[in-house]
C-alpha cells in the first residue's frame, strides 16, 4: 500500500491539525484506496469472466469436436474423399466390364474363323473326293492354303485386338487420373478456404483479445482523484476539496501505478 500522506502538523485554513486529526485523514484515505482497488479488482474480474466466455464459446464454434468448423472442415473432406472413391470405383468396374466384352469379342470372333476354317476345308476334301483330287498335291496345297488363310484372319484378329486393347487400358488410365485430379482440386479449394476461415478466426480471436486488453486500459484510466473525492464527501472529512484535491489525486495515481500493476 503506498504511502497516502505525511506528516502530523498540517495547517488548515490558518491553524493545524492534531496528530489525531491527521491519523484519522490517513486511515480515511487508506481505506478509500483500499475500497477502490478492491472495486477495480471485482471489475476486472468481471472482465475476465465475460472475456473468457466469449473466447470459450467462439473458440468452441470454430474448433468444435462434432460441430466446430474444423470438424465440419474434416466431415467435408470425408465426404469428398468418399464421394470420389465411389466414382473412382465404379469407374473402374465400368472399365472393366468394357474390357471383359473385349475379351469375350476376341474369343468368339477367334473361335468363329477357326470355325469357318475348318468348315471350309471339310467342304474342299468333300469336293476334292467328287473330282479325284483328294490325293493328290494340289488338293492338299489347297486344303493347305484355307488353313493358311484361316492363321492370317487370326493375326489380324489378335493385332486389332492388342491395339485396342492398349486403347482401353489408357482410357482408363486417363480417366481414372481425371477423377482423382478431380479429387485433388476439391480437397485444394476446400483447404483454402479452411485456410482463409482459420485466419479470419486467429484475426477476430485477436480483436477480441485487443478489445478485452482496451477494456482493462478503460478501467484503469478511471479518474481515482473522482472516486477519492467521493468517499471524502461520504466521510463528511471536514477538510474541503481544495486543500485535498493534490493529495487524493497523488494517492490515487500510486494506486493505478502500484496497485494495478
Known sequence: MPVFLAGAGMMIGGGFMSEKGNRDQQRL??????WYMDYMSDLAGDVDERYEGLIAQYSDLMMGDE???????NKLTGDLDSMYDTMLTDYTAAREDVRSAYDVGRVNTLASIEQNTLDAQRRAMASQAFT????TTF???QIAGIGTQGALQRGVVEEQYATGMANILGQTATG???IQGQQVAGRQALGAQYQTGMANYANTLQGIQQHQTGMYAGLISQPAQTVYEGMMTSAQIPTGGAFWAPQIAAAGSSLM???MG
Not at 484515505?29 to 483500499?34: K, N, R, S, T, W
Not at 460441430?67 to 472442415?73: D, F, I, N
Not at 479325284?132 to 490325293?135: D, E, I, T, V
Open 132 to 135: 479325284g483330287m483328294g490325293n
Open 67 to 73: 460441430s466446430g468448423y474444423t470438424a465440419s472442415y
Open 139 to 141: 488338293g492338299g496345297a
Open 257 to 259: 501505478g502500484g496497485g
Open 29 to 34: 484515505i487508506a481505506e478509500a484506496g483500499q
Open 176 to 178: 481414372r487420373a481425371g
